[in-house]
């Protein structure tokens, strides 16, 4: 196990919802609601769960876009959980992220030379060659023609646009990326070049992920971890091969067994589990356990005792009191490959 | 949604994606909204005659002196032999010859044609002033407003809406009442000081439409992430404000000022034909307006100024429609 490089004890975000002229509090939307994780340098961890669910929440309390309402968030050491943002500056340059929509993400008015040029101007870096060869250099780096320097975002595609992205955040060189549903918006076809782009400038450059995701496959494509989030907790936690293959939390069971089998002869055999209902309001999340208004392995102690994050294989942790796939029934998960 | 994603990397690895680059190895170069937008404006029939027709006018009023010098007698000057003595109205009903192009004034026989030239003068620098000064203001105020939110916007609001109920006529022709009786006090006496007034009357009190706009602009374009990616590289505030944002509000900056422009021309002109603005003997074409409704057995006399302004409205309003279109192709009619 090697070191990590960014560590969230208990990380919470809760979104006021305020009523009448005076902005009393009337309650607030528990977006994140105490989340813990570790990310080992040069390892990817995907954060998989359903819309809503805090994921994206999860990306910016870590990036600082937003403020934290409570825990910790610690990168190579450290505590930026409520740092200035003046004395989080040069930390930024370690600490990057690519969004989502590859068509909002870029200013229409600047040119592509000038918004992978960006964060040298912003943390004011003197580069040997010149910006502008640096820039090139990146360009080049993502699958771009450094000759599309003087070209401005709206004249590239889908794919181009979220590589001009992906070039902007490489220009600094950072060693953790948090992607925020870097395919989402995209062309099946383009998210498998961007998805095997990222997978290509991991190991050239020695990047570390937190890959932000809603697609399964796409999670299961890249992640080295995965951590499946409902409600604003994460339920479960493995390695990608354990997860995948025996799923311990009844919801990352539900989620799984919901993903499309292109082959209709291997679709035949399986068992699709239908979750009832919808996702309760972050609002007014149920007691204890979150899961147990959809869950069909409830029982009462589910509504009164919320069950802990615990590790009940190696590296393998699930927060349920009736875990599918529990070691001491099954006793595979761990090699499973 | 997930297949396609389990194919080895290998043959889609990432290669530059050429781009329809034309034959030969021109060099690429990237075509800007800008300059989109101006193709676009040129292919506009009717904004570019409003475009000529607005050239021409500045043109106008910049080289009136010469203009006069040329065609017609200076704007003040009284020529009593172009006027029938009995009816006190010109000669032959209008007096119009190749001597006096428009014809001349009833009573005191000032050349029409000169003094609608001088007035496009005061026409023009009174509404390109106020336009500027309510541009500025209400992009300052709508940016500030639009960006920080909270009770800074809650107070710029509250004011742009006190500015937009505040009734500027009634306060311009108590201003102008005021001033008059101090103008012996003041340093800028005067033509100067009616301009100074017009400007800041029209001007600082019209800038809530376009505060109000841009703040609109400022909300959604302060949501989009390419505003998130320039925070989360560490910029300050004022690098979004200036380098991401406002180059963004470019487009409805320019296309409510050249809107703004006729809407001012008009309000100056009111402003004088009620008398609260330049005081005769200035030619302005409100003024000329004014004088020229107790003369309606000449109607030369109104003709030539309406037209004028008649014809400077429409060229801004048209120019400013096809502008909007060249700018902001899907915000349609």
């Known amino acids: ?337 | 949604m997930t297949a396609p994603l389990d194919v080895s990397g290998d043959e889609l690895k990432a290669t530059p994606e050429s781009v329809a680059e034309g034959a030969g190895a021109k060099a690429i170069q990237g075509r800007s909204l800008g300059q989109i937008a101006w193709m676009r404006l040129k292919r506009d029939k009717v904004a570019l005659t409003g475009a000529g027709v607005i050239i021409f006018l500045i043109l106008v009023a910049v080289f009136a002196p010469l203009i006069v010098s040329w065609f017609g007698h200076p704007p003040n000057q009284f020529n009593q032999d172009q006027i029938d003595t009995m009816t006190m109205i010109p000669k032959g009903g209008s007096g119009i010859s190749w001597d006096y192009l428009f014809g001349v004034e009833p009573v005191n026989g000032r050349d029409l044609f000169s003094r609608v030239v001088y007035g496009a003068r005061i026409s023009l620098l009174i509404a390109f002033l106020a336009t500027l000064l309510s541009v500025f203001i209400g992009t300052v105020m709508g940016v500030i407003a639009g960006y920080f939110g909270g009770w800074v916007d809650m107070i710029i609001s509250r004011l742009m809406d006190i500015f937009l109920a505040f009734p500027v006529l009634v306060f311009a022709m108590a201003l102008v009442g005021v001033l008059g009786q101090f103008e012996t006090q003041l340093e800028v006496k005067g033509d100067s000081l009616r301009i100074l007034l017009l400007i800041f009357v029209i001007g600082f009190f019209n800038w809530g439409y376009i505060a109000r706009i841009i703040r609109g602009q400022t909300l959604s374009l302060r949501e989009r992430e390419f505003v998130d990616a320039a925070r989360s590289l560490g910029a300050r505030g004022p690098y979004i404000l200036f380098r991401e944002i406002l180059p963004n509000l470019i487009a409805p900056v320019l296309i409510y000022a050249t809107l703004l422009i006729p809407t001012n021309v008009l309000f100056e002109a009111a402003l004088s034909f009620l008398g609260v603005g330049i005081q005769p003997p200035t030619a302005t074409w409100g003024g000329m307006l004014a004088a020229a409704t107790k003369y309606y057995t000449v109607p030369h006399f109104m003709f030539f100024p309406g037209m004028a302004i008649f014809i400077t409205v429409l060229a801004f309003n048209l120019f400013g429609d096809g502008l909007r279109d060249a700018l902001d192709p899907k915000s349609g009619r």
């Open chain 1, 1 to 337: 196990m090697s070191e990590s490089i960014l560590s969230v004890q208990g990380l919470e975000k809760h979104f006021p919802v305020t009523k009448g002229l005076f902005k009393s509090q009337v309650g607030a939307v528990k977006a994140v609601d105490g989340i813990s994780f570790d990310v080992r340098k040069g390892e990817t961890l995907g954060l998989v769960g359903e819309s809503g669910c805090g994921k994206t929440t999860t990306g910016r309390l870590i990036t600082r876009l937003i403020e934290p309402t409570g825990g910790k968030i610690t990168f190579e050491g450290h505590d930026i959980t409520h740092m200035k943002q003046g004395k989080l500056r040069p930390l930024r340059r370690d600490m990057q992220m690519i969004f989502q929509d590859p068509y909002s993400s870029l200013n229409p008015r600047h040119t592509v030379g000038a918004i992978v040029g960006a964060p040298f101007r912003i943390q004011g870096i003197q580069t040997e060659q010149g910006i502008k060869k640096a820039v090139q250099d990146i360009l080049e780096l993502v699958g771009l023609n450094p000759e599309h320097y003087n070209r401005y975002p709206h004249e590239f595609s889908g794919g181009q646009r979220q590589r001009i992205g992906i070039a902007r955040t490489l220009a600094l060189k950072p060693k953790l990326i948090i992607a925020d549903e870097p395919v989402s918006a995209l062309d099946v076809s383009i998210q498998a070049q961007v998805v095997n782009l990222l997978e290509d400038l991991q190991n050239e450059l020695d990047l570390t992920y937190v890959v932000i995701a809603h697609d399964l496959s796409v999670v299961r494509h890249i992640s080295d971890r995965v951590a499946v989030m409902y409600l604003g907790k994460i339920v479960e936690v493995g390695e990608r091969a354990g997860l995948y293959s025996a799923p311990m939390h009844p919801y990352t069971n539900a989620l799984l067994s919901a993903v499309p089998i292109p082959d209709p002869k291997q679709r035949e055999g399986r068992e699709r589990i239908r979750l009832t209902g919808d996702v309760p309001s972050p609002l007014n999340p149920p007691p204890a356990c979150r899961f147990h208004t959809r869950c069909w392995k409830a029982q009462e102690i589910c509504k009164t005792q919320e069950p802990p994050l615990a590790e009940l294989a190696p590296g393998h942790a699930v927060a349920c009191h009736f875990p599918e796939n529990a070691p001491s029934k099954t006793e595979t998960p761990a090699t499973v490959a």
